[in-house]
């Protein structure tokens, strides 16, 4: 397929970018895919492989219901690459205060056809043996899973490959024009133009609300079995929720390798991908005080990503109107590895003028967002 004839044309490469050329190959498109570096090394990269149901809104549970149920189908091949474990996670509630809202949560989940179960002080210990002892208890999401997203996103690309599509690496878009895109001296045209750019999004459409915001992980030797499920603490809704400038929340999870994940922390610093070791050193120990036994660990890796985060924490899914021919699937902040089967879902309904299975008008890129995050 010549660059040149492409029916749509993907800017980005990370796992938005890449489930949103199965989703536009599938119905048929010539599909070409940008990336200024590599498939998968941006965000996607660096994040955690999480594909939770999260109920922060109405909209967000919606959508990341729908997604974790795109995972479950999806093609078996991305499926086996993803390296799919359905582990389940465990919300630990602080206090009493976050257990007596337990059950509410739990009837939410059910109301979306979510069977969870409310674990006591005992129960939760029995979930996850290396939890600190007094915790009062906590939620087991049995359907939530892990996945490893950079392995993921290869699968995805060479599924689209599989159905014609093409994906150019090392090839910076430096301007959006109305149905195209300049790449230095040339300008490629195709009807449908995707700015799926991430964190780097504005930089392309300037009027997008979308910012980067830094999180550390780090991932420790192997021991396996040391923990069961993803095992976050119900406050990391609230982390992920309020955009200050700074937090971190108790969040780690189970590798396929016997690696332990611990995360999670939230800076608003721009695009300096420096070690915050303050903010590190806060996280760590925010871990450890819900699970002491994390200390003996040995960690191999730190590193940093930028969440692509926008004002109401939810997407941009949708058409851009001032552009001729764009459309827009970015900001997914700490969400995008679970709602990226239902982001590119919902985009190609709506560039194929289909019904989505979900509202998509939340998701609309030029809908009033409040609270701005420049
Ligand atoms: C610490 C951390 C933990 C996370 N944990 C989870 C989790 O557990 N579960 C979950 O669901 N999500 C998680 N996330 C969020 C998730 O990783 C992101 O939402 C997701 O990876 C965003 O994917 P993307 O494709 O939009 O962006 P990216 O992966 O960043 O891809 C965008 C691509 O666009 C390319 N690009 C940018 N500008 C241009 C240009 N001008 N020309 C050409 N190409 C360009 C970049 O090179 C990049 O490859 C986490 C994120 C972080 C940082």
Known sequence: MSARRADAIIVGAGI???????????????????????AALGTTAAGMGHVV???????????TRYSQSLWRAQDDAVRAASELDWCGTVWVAEDEAQLEALPAKQQLYRDHGLETEVLDET????AEPHLRRGLPGGLLVPSDAVIYQPAATIALLALARTMGAEVLQRMPVEEIVPC?????????????????AGAAAASLTPQLPVIPRKGHLVIT???PGFCRHQVAELGYLASAHVM????????????STGQVMVGSSRELVGWDASMNRRVLGRMIARACEFMPALADLVAVRTWTGFRPATPDKLPLIGRWPDVPGLWIAAGHEGLGITT???????LADLVASREPA????PFAPDRAVTAGVH
């Open 244 to 255: 200050t400038s700074e937090s971190v929340a108790f969040n780690v999870q189970p590798r």
């Open 16 to 38: 938005v970018g890449a489930a949103c050329a199965v989703a536009l190959a599938r119905d048929g498109l010539r599909v070409l895919v940008i990336d200024a570096g590599g």
């Open 180 to 196: 195209g895109v300049r790449c230095g001296a040339d300008t490629l045209r195709a009807d449908v133009i995707v700015n799926a």
């Open 358 to 361: 979900i509202d998509a008008a």
């Open 221 to 223: 030797e192997r021991y």
């Open 53 to 63: 149901v999260m109920d922060d809104s109405p909209e967000q549970l919606a959508l």
């Open 123 to 126: 129960t939760l210990i029995e």
């Open 340 to 346: 990226s089967l239902g982001t590119a879902t919902l």
